[in-house]
């Protein structure tokens, strides 16, 4: 950042969840953005139709103060590579949205840089919508190198300018973020939730029960019971359901869920803390992901999907226009 202008030129580099709220925000809180996409790239019509100056990447990155690199994050270290490093300022700011990448050191930021992060807790629209009437997404922030003595200051800047303020800024490490995003998303979020669903599922349809009203129980009505968690806690789902589903919750959950989970909720855990993740998934997408494909395809076919798909055509709300959000965990 250059301490003579009061607000720092930002570069925002990549324009999909993330970095199409932090673009509009950011110009919205009044700095100067500019969009970095690769000429004819899928996300650039959507700047430019938002207003945006859309230059190359090379060129978005020279001119900043504070570059916000909002790339998928395998594709961040070739561009820091091959982009950043050689055209970013001396002593400019750089700034993830995710620590991966530092803290596995698969960037090692140039010794002149400050480096922070900001990390909204909620996907792209959330972090938009909230900003447009006044309010924000809770921010983390963190530090990983200060050499100018001005890192905090930028991610402080930055989470301002988001609207994480007008929330919660709650410091953390590069190391704490992505431990704890990855087994958040891997243990529960993410893998673990989708696995509870289809494994309830099939044990019903295995009985005999009908496909769809299995659907129904185990993957549809557990949006009401996420948004009571996320409204108030277990305390307010044990408060909304009734005397019966409390007591079946009290005797079953700890037969699904047991010691046994949470001793393999620990080895996961490990895996992330010692590289060993990290270092099965940058090998994987740079095989070209052959097992993800794999992956992808037996959740894809699973007979719950089928059942679904049916099912949601006749839910009308599910089929107007705005979105119901994207993927909370990325
Ligand atoms: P995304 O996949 O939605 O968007 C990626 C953008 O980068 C697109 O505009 C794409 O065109 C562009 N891009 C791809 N390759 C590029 C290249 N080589 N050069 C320039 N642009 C390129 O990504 P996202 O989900 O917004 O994730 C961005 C970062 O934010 C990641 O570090 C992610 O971990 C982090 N994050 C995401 C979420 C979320 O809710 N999605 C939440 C917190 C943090
Ligand atoms: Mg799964
Ligand atoms: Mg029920
Ligand atoms: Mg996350
Ligand atoms: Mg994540």
């Known amino acids: 950042m ?32 500019t969009v970095g996409l690769r000429a004819g790239g899928p996300t650039s019509i959507r700047a430019k139709e938002d207003g945006f100056r859309v230059k190359p990447p090379a060129e978005a990155v020279a001119a900043a103060d504070i570059v916000a690199v909002l790339t998928p994050d395998m594709v961040q270290p070739a561009l820091y590579r091959e982009v950043i490093e050689p055209n970013i300022a001396a002593g400019a700011c750089l700034l993830f949205a995710h620590g991966f990448n530092v803290h596995f050191g698969q960037i090692a930021p140039r010794a002149d840089l400050d480096v922070a992060l900001v990390a909204p807790k909620g ?30 200051a930028c991610a402080r800047t930055y989470a301002e300018g988001l609207g994480g303020a007008r929330a919660n800024l709650i410091r953390t490490t590069f ?4 431990e704890t995003d990855l087994f958040g998303e891997q243990a529960v979020l993410c893998g673990g939730a989708s696995a509870l669903v289809q494994a309830g599922y099939e044990t ?17 009505e557990l949006k009401l019971i996420v ?11 044990l408060e909304f359901i009734s005397e019966t589903a409390q007591y079946g919750d009290f005797v079953s ?8 989970t949470k001793e393999r909720m620990k080895a996961v855990l490990a895996e992330i803390q010692d590289g060993t993740f990290a270092r099965n998934w940058i090998a994987e997408y740079e095989a070209g992901l052959p097992n993800y494909r794999r992956y992808k395809e037996a959740d894809l076919e699973h007979p719950i999907e089928e059942t679904g798909r049916r099912l949601r055509a006749a839910m009308r709300w599910l089929q107007a226009d705005t979105p119901a959000g994207q993927a909370p965990a990325r």
């Open 204 to 220: 019903l349809v295995e009985a005999g029960y009908q496909p769809e009203i299995a659907y129904y129980e185990v993957l549809h």
């Open 175 to 178: 190391k704490e973020e992505t």
């Open 2 to 33: 250059s301490p003579s202008t009061s607000k720092p030129r930002i570069a925002v580099i990549g324009y999909g969840s993330q970095g199409r709220a932090h673009a509009l925000n950011l110009r919205d809180s009044g700095f100067e953005v």
């Open 123 to 152: 996907p792209g629209a959330l972090v938009r919508r909230e900003y447009e009437i006044g309010r924000g997404v809770p921010c983390v922030w963190a530090v990983h190198q200060d050499p100018n003595g001005r890192a905090e």
């Open 253 to 260: 959950g700890p037969r699904i869920v047991d010691a046994g």
């Open 227 to 237: 948004d009571l968690f996320y409204e108030g806690g277990i305390t307010r789902m």
